[in-house]
């Protein structure tokens, strides 16, 4: 894949899920004003359930077909890539159906045994329902990032927000009327509707576009035979099942984390109310704004491990340094503004989007831990596409086991702060060992000036001007469309000035 077709794969994922966070944020806005902060925290336990099982039927699978369709394409065995794609989705409805039997069957001792939340038990019902669809999206869209087509997963995405939001409005505001239990329920309903939409809408996009028509003249032309079924499934399992125990692993200690929280919290000394409360506050209003400006990052390292792959596959060293100097600008570039804009406007955000004002101050705490967490993500593509898995494995383990024995030491002692102070420490060191191992692996170029120090003092200078100006108009104009005006002005402002110091230019997109 070449520099530009990465940036533009990376446009089109970065534009559908902007599109799909700002519809994600008025859905948190109406959730957490409809639910409370408890039952938000009560919403937001089941999804390390639903993270354990995704991780075992849909994520490496996904992460097999996209590495394994790049391949026989650069390869141009064409005959081999829809039996990828038929492999590997017998492979995840199989674990998926088998998991959602699991689930819905043992809902209630998961949720009074492992989460500890016996509330969260019709809730789990719902949400293993959509297991087998969620497996279906996930191998299409492997599909597609392996062709480097990133149209559909991009639309997918945006299509299934559009449905959930819109049901769960509907079904809250003429079903639940103002019953919380019952609008809490109606949430994961909205969330499995959604899901199965967006199944249906990918079926349907991978028999009716262009590009799968095209693969299919190519193989009936082609005189190269396909691989047998069994040396492909074999294959197949031989990426995904270690992947798949990694990634397990990993979301177990994620999971592990998450319970954690709230139970911790009770220890510190807060009633089990306000330990929900602030489970809720932190992940289901905080976290998610945090997590906005990831979209480019997330988006970029989807694309990252086939273009990776397939330059490792024909030796090109030269593409795998550039891509990777590339993407870690970009992306330490991303983290640096969201750290500014989070540093000087992080509690006003919380206060005048979501009435709250600890989510604000939560926002300007959690604003120093954005360029080391978006840079990770792209590191662990990274490490994958070069074939180190067991690395990033080592990595986000140690990470996360470091992260959990900092929350049982720290949050019993200093509640929230306990768990940011953790929650920083592990994501440093994580980023440090994996820029070690990427550099000593590949070394590619690094520009620590343009990279870090111009971005960061433009930042700086941005912010303070910014927020005085702010602070000016707020008695004239307060509000938040006057809010929104300044964190965009700091955002359009940021990048100009970057391309006039050089820190980005036009080589980079060529």
């Known amino acids: 894949m070449s520099k530009k077709t990465l940036l533009k794969g990376t446009a089109i994922l970065t534009i559908a899920g902007i599109l799909t966070r700002l519809l994600g944020f008025f859905y948190r806005i109406f959730l957490s004003n409809i639910l409370g902060a408890e039952n938000l925290g009560i919403y937001q336990l089941i999804f390390p359930v639903y993270s354990i099982c995704y991780n075992i039927y849909a994520t490496a699978i996904q992460t097999a077909i996209s590495s394994f369709v790049a391949l026989e394409l650069g390869k141009k065995h064409y005959k081999n890539v829809p039996k990828v794609l038929r492999i590997g989705l017998f492979i995840s409805i199989s674990s998926a159906v088998l998991l959602s039997l699991i689930v819905f069957f043992k809902a209630d001792f998961i949720a009074s045994n492992i989460i500890y939340e016996p509330r969260s038990a ?24 392996g062709l480097t087509k990133s149209g559909v997963p991009a639309t997918t995405q945006l299509f299934e927000q559009i449905v959930r939001v819109s049901l769960v409005y509907a079904m809250a505001l003429f079903v639940g009327k103002g019953n919380l239990k019952l609008t809490t329920e109606l949430a994961v309903l909205g969330m499995v509707i959604g899901e199965i939409s967006s199944t249906v809408y990918n079926i349907l996009s991978y028999h009716l576009t262009y590009d799968t028509r095209q693969i299919t003249n190519n ?8 691989h047998s079924t069994s040396f492909m499934t074999k294959s ?7 992947l798949t ?21 009770r220890k510190y000394g807060l009633s089990s109310a306000e330990a929900l409360s602030i489970y809720g506050i932190i992940n289901g209003m905080a976290m998610p ?11 970029l390292s989807v694309l990252l491990l086939p273009t990776i792959s397939e330059a490792t596959a024909t030796n090109n060293n030269y593409s795998i340094r550039k891509t990777i100097s590339l993407s870690v600008k970009y992306s330490l570039l991303v983290g640096i503004l969201s750290t500014g804009i989070f540093v000087f406007f992080g509690k006003e955000l919380g206060v005048r989007i979501f009435n709250n004002s600890l989510t604000g101050d939560y926002l ?4 120093w831990i954005c360029p080391f967490l978006y840079i990770t993500t792209t590191f662990s593509s990274i490490l994958n596409g070069l074939d180190k898995i067991h690395l990033s494995f080592i990595s986000s383990v140690s990470s996360l086991t470091l992260r959990i024995l900092l929350i049982l030491f ?13 929650l920083l420490v592990s994501q440093l060191l994580m980023t440090a060992f994996e820029f070690y191992l990427i550099y000593k692996i590949i070394n590619p170029p690094f520009d620590a000036i343009n990279t870090i120090v111009k971005p960061g003092f433009l930042v700086i200078l941005l912010g303070l001007t910014l927020k005085e100006a702010y602070i000016y108009f707020t008695p004239k104009y307060g509000g938040i469309k006057l809010l929104l005006f300044f964190c965009l002005a700091f955002t359009i402002i940021y990048l100009l000035l970057l391309r006039i110091t050089n820190v980005i230019s036009a080589k980079d997109f060529k």
Not at 236 to 242: C, F, T
Not at 245 to 265: D, G, K, Q, T
Not at 410 to 422: A, I, K
């Open 122 to 145: 019709a809730s789990l019902k719902i949400l293993a329902i959509v297991f087998p669809f969620c497996g279906i999206t996930s191998c299409i869209n492997g599909y597609y990032y």
């Open 219 to 226: 193989a009936k032309r082609s005189t190269i035979r396909a």
């Open 236 to 242: 197949i399992l031989k990426m995904s099942v270690p």
């Open 245 to 265: 125990i990694n990634r397990l692993i990993v979301s177990i200690l994620f999971s592990m984390e998450a319970i954690l929280i709230p139970n911790m919290l």
């Open 289 to 299: 704004f945090i997590m906005f400006p990831s979209t480019v990052t997330n988006s």
């Open 364 to 367: 300007t705490i959690l604003a």
């Open 410 to 422: 720290l949050v019993p002692l200093n509640g929230t702060y306990g768990y940011f102070l953790s």
